[in-house]
């Protein structure tokens, strides 16, 4: 079974600047989730998908950040302009349900690692 | 929201030894605590986990335990091994918008 695909798997940008991730999750699996991992720490939720609609992104710094599933499969992550504080593994992660008594185990893509100089 | 803090940041010890990693969270209503292994530049993957229903569970010589009135868990490593070297997070999903928050993680290494 292919797991979750993510790409680039590094990124190195400059300041304000924009950069883009993309996720394809595992076939079948409706949540799609994109965490923010700084070095270090543990991961931080960005926003979470259920199919093409956003379960929660009150962690999104919306005013540079946004995440699109429009057809409820892969994902994009974009973050314009970047900052110096971005810099981290940006994780997408994927389950097959998701809550309450149906909880389902999250896998996760290999990361894509910006740098932002 | 969730609040999930784990202790200790650093775990050293002697192979064979057990090692004990702890975990507390602020929803009374999180229902499902999963425990994720990270090694280094490698993805976070699923080694155990535990539902609210259930006070305890194991699986050779891994186990976690849990607390709901304490609002607490636990994660035990028997017998450690070299290769159980690796950063070890603990999560909470709660009830609203089942959102998985993850403590700081533990860094654990297992001398030969």
């Known amino acids: 079974e292919a797991g979750v695909a993510q790409s680039p798997r590094y990124k190195i940008i400059e300041k304000r600047q924009s950069v883009a991730f993309w996720c394809n999750p595992i076939?079948?699996?409706?949540?799609l989730y994109w965490y923010q991992q700084i070095l270090g720490q543990g991961p931080k939720l960005l926003i979470q998908?259920?199919?093409?609609?956003?379960?929660?992104d009150s962690q999104l710094p919306k005013d540079r950040f946004s995440a699109e599933r429009l057809k409820g499969v892969d994902s994009t992550l974009k973050i314009q302009p970047a900052k110096l504080e971005d810099s981290a593994v940006y994780l997408c992660?994927?389950?097959?349900?998701?809550?309450?008594?149906?909880?389902?185990?999250?896998?996760f893509g290999e990361g894509s690692r910006l740098t932002v100089l | 929201g969730e609040n999930v803090e784990q202790h200790p940041s650093t775990l050293s010890v002697q192979e064979g030894d057990s090692a004990v990693i702890k975990c507390t969270y602020s929803d009374s209503a999180s229902n499902y605590f999963p425990w994720y292994k990270q090694e280094l530049g490698k993805r976070p993957q699923l080694i155990i986990d535990i539902r609210s229903n259930v006070g305890e569970k194991k699986d050779q010589r891994i186990a976690v335990t849990l607390n709901k009135t304490a609002k607490h868990f636990s994660l035990h490593i028997t017998e450690t091994q070299p290769e159980d070297s690796a950063v070890y997070f603990c999560a909470a999903m709660g009830s609203a918008g089942n959102m998985l928050t993850f403590g700081g993680g533990t860094r654990l290494m297992v001398k030969p």
């Open positions: 992660a994927s389950s097959f349900r998701a809550g309450g008594s149906n909880t389902g185990e999250l896998f």
């Open positions: 998908f259920q199919n093409n609609g956003v379960v929660d």
């Open positions: 076939s079948g699996h409706a949540t």
